[in-house]
């Protein structure tokens, strides 16, 4: 079976342009989440999605940063404008709906992001 | 807010031995995750552990939680190179997220 698939799976920007990640979630499963890992703050839960409602975006760092779920297969992650503070790696997580009653959450690769 | 820390940040052990790491909550924990990391890879699910007191195995390597659910151990048992990589530890709070500790670096030298 297909994981939690993103892409790009690296990417270098310069500051100020608008950046795009993509995650697709393993079918069937209802929660979609975001995470940001960096070496100072670790692995922080951006937002989550349950049925492709956001639920909880309270980690979402600023206005610049917005997410979207237009349908249960797809969600992006969009940075405008970046900064070279967005540096980082970007996770898509997802698990059956329900999320943590006993699921376990399945991680993508990430988004290797470097903002110059 | 919930706090997950882990110890010890980093670890250094000879191939063959036996290790353990550690994740304490200052809170209840309604679910606890262990992940393990490769540099530039994603996060692969290890175990999770929900009663107090369980202990779940694979392999060599064995993961409990306290009967106060706020402490986790992860053991690894004759430790091999491809142990190596970043443990995390996840806690499950009331609502449907995940958030995680800082990680321990685990490098086994042959």
């Known amino acids: 079976d297909a994981g939690v698939i993103q892409s790009p799976r690296h990417e270098v920007t310069e500051m100020g342009q608008e950046v795009t990640l993509r995650c697709k979630p393993i079918?069937?499963?209802?929660?979609l989440f975001w995470y940001r890992q960096t070496m100072m703050r670790g692995l922080e839960l951006l937002i989550y999605?349950?049925?492709?409602?956001?639920?909880?975006d309270s980690g979402m760092p600023e206005d610049r940063f917005s997410a979207k779920m237009p349908n249960a297969s797809f969600s992006t992650l969009k940075i405008q404008p970046s900064e070279p503070r967005d540096s980082a790696v970007y996770f898509c997580?997802?698990?059956?709906?329900?999320?943590?009653?006993?699921?376990?959450?399945?991680f993508g690769e990430g988004s290797w992001l470097t903002v110059v | 807010s919930q706090e997950l820390e882990q110890s010890p940040q980093s670890l250094i052990v000879q191939e063959g031995k036996n290790l353990t790491i550690n994740c304490t909550s200052s809170?209840?924990?309604?679910?606890l995750y262990w992940y393990k990391q490769k540099y530039g890879e994603g996060l692969i699910f290890l175990m999770m552990?929900?009663?107090?007191?369980e202990e779940k195995s694979h392999e060599k390597i064995t993961a409990k939680l306290d009967e106060k659910k706020q402490q986790s151990s992860l053991h690894i048992t004759a430790s091999q190179p491809s142990h190596a990589g970043i443990y995390l530890c996840?806690?499950?709070?009331?609502?449907?997220?995940?958030?995680f500790g800082t990680g321990t670096r685990l490098t086994v030298i042959p």
């Open positions: 996840g806690a499950a709070t009331g609502a449907n997220n995940l958030f």
């Open positions: 997580a997802s698990s059956p709906l329900g999320g943590l009653g006993g699921n376990t959450i399945y």
């Open positions: 999605f349950n049925n492709n409602v956001p639920i909880d």
């Open positions: 552990l929900q009663k107090g007191g």
């Open positions: 079918s069937g499963h209802n929660s």
């Open positions: 809170k209840t924990l309604y679910g």
